[in-house]
């Protein structure tokens, strides 16, 4: 079975500061990874998501995100927030062979001015 | 493109009452399709997943349940609600198939009283 943790449930950061959002996953076949971003009272949108190839994955709004198969990590990061990005970040997990995606639990980033 | 809508947006209801909120996809066919339901620091929860017309997956047995009696739309019901089904429902589809990359509708708010 495979599982996605996100250590951090808040993160406080200053504008143009950069942040890092940390997920771990565990899963004992090959895996799709993937970040969403919440707004308050919205549905998740996609930022970015790891399928194959390069490990390095450049999503919406200036993130990015690296595949690290070794620590079973994909950390998100963003060089310097806006306050625009005050948001709820989940990670989430597809193994092939499932039909559903393990979400965790989510990361509220807050950008203070 | 693809569309998801989601209705209502927001939903008070009285404990015992019953429950239908629907989900329906526009501009893809055969698609995978999710209820996941958000509580108060609990993260995001599957509830139910459909790889097809009649074909319900629960992932969480409640006193919820749900049908899919055309290709795309979902409806999740209840016959009498709880003071815990209160929480942010969100309705979610992926292509058939692929890598599972969730696409989510706007979600609806609701309220047990």
């Known amino acids: 079975a495979q599982s996605v943790t996100q250590l951090d449930s808040q993160v406080p950061v200053f504008e143009e500061a950069p942040v890092e959002l940390r997920c771990n996953y565990s899963s004992s076949v090959s895996v799709y990874l993937f970040w969403y971003v919440q707004y308050p009272n919205q549905g998740l949108q996609l930022l970015l998501k790891y399928l194959s190839g390069s490990t390095l994955v450049k999503g919406i709004n200036g993130f990015e995100a690296e595949f690290n198969k070794s620590q079973t990590s994909f950390h998100l990061r963003k060089p310097s927030v806006h306050i625009s990005d005050t948001a709820e970040y989940f990670c989430?997990?597809?193994?092939?062979?499932?039909?559903?995606?393990?979400f965790g639990t989510g990361t509220k980033l807050q950008v203070i001015p | 493109s693809q569309t998801i809508h989601q209705w209502p947006a927001t939903l008070v209801q009285p404990v015992g009452s019953p429950l239908s909120l629907e989900c329906t996809v526009e501009?893809?066919?055969?698609?995978?399709l999710y209820w996941y339901r958000q509580a108060a620091g609990r993260g995001l929860q599957l509830l139910f997943y459909?790889?097809?017309?009649?074909?319900i997956s629960s992932e969480v047995p409640q006193n919820l349940s749900a049908s899919r009696p055309q290709d795309r739309q979902f409806i999740l019901s209840s016959k009498k609600l709880l003071l815990s089904d209160s929480g942010f429902y969100l309705c979610?589809?992926?292509?058939?198939?692929?890598?599972?990359?969730?696409?989510f509708g706007p979600g609806t708010r609701l309220l047990v009283l």
């Open positions: 979610a589809w992926s292509v058939r198939g692929g890598s599972e990359t969730q696409y």
């Open positions: 501009g893809t066919s055969n698609p995978n």
């Open positions: 989430a997990a597809h193994s092939g062979g499932y039909q559903k995606v393990t």
């Open positions: 459909s790889v097809g017309i009649g074909q």
